[in-house]
Each structure stands twice: as structure tokens, then as C-alpha cells.
């Protein structure tokens, strides 16, 4: 299980890999890697998926200086420490309740 304090601690030690992936995702949802960062270091784990390869992920729930809310999924290296943005985005409130809990279909 990913603990969010580790993920914390590789984005302020600079051990980040970013996936060409969430980059076109950042962009396109206007996200700076800033805000990224930050709403990670006030955010919390809403989902974990511990069967993902190469390593286990998660999803964070965080909220930008605007207190707009941003879904990052991470994956986390336990041996070199270092963390992977997988993916990040602004959620629809069609899709999620209170951004934390996933609508039914």
C-alpha cells in the first residue's frame, strides 16, 4: 500500500518522473506542475491499485491555491524511492461525488 508521505517526500527530494501522458493531460487541462505538486502535499489517497504494474499506484484527490479540486494517479518505486505521475486531470462532477467517490454508472 502506497503511504501519500512517500510520494510527498519524492516530489520535494525531485526523484519525479512525469509519463508523456499526464504531461498532454496537464496541458490540456491547463495544470501546472505546480499545482500538481501542491495539491499532492494537501491532497490524500482516494484510491489504491497495489496490483499495477511496474509498481503499485494511486489516485489523489487535491485541491489547487483556487480550491479547484485535481486527480493525480502516481505509481511508487519502493526501492529507488522515486514516484511516477501517471496521469492527472480535473474530475467531473459527473462522475464523481464530492471528487472523492466514483458515481455509479
Do not use: F
Request: one cysteine or more.
Amino acid at each position: 500500500m502506497i503511504i501519500i508521505d512517500d510520494i510527498i517526500e519524492s516530489i520535494r527530494a525531485k526523484r519525479i518522473r512525469i509519463t508523456d501522458h499526464a504531461d498532454e493531460e496537464a496541458y490540456n487541462d491547463t495544470l501546472s506542475l505546480e499545482e500538481i505538486y501542491s495539491s499532492v502535499l494537501t491532497g490524500e489517497i482516494i484510491e489504491q491499485y497495489p496490483d499495477d504494474k511496474p509498481y503499485p499506484s494511486c489516485l489523489i484527490y487535491g485541491k489547487n491555491i483556487k480550491n479547484e479540486p485535481i486527480h493525480s494517479v502516481w505509481a511508487y518505486n519502493i526501492e529507488t524511492k522515486a514516484s511516477v505521475l501517471i496521469t492527472v486531470y480535473r474530475p467531473d462532477p459527473d462522475r464523481w461525488i464530492d471528487w472523492k467517490t466514483r458515481r455509479k454508472p
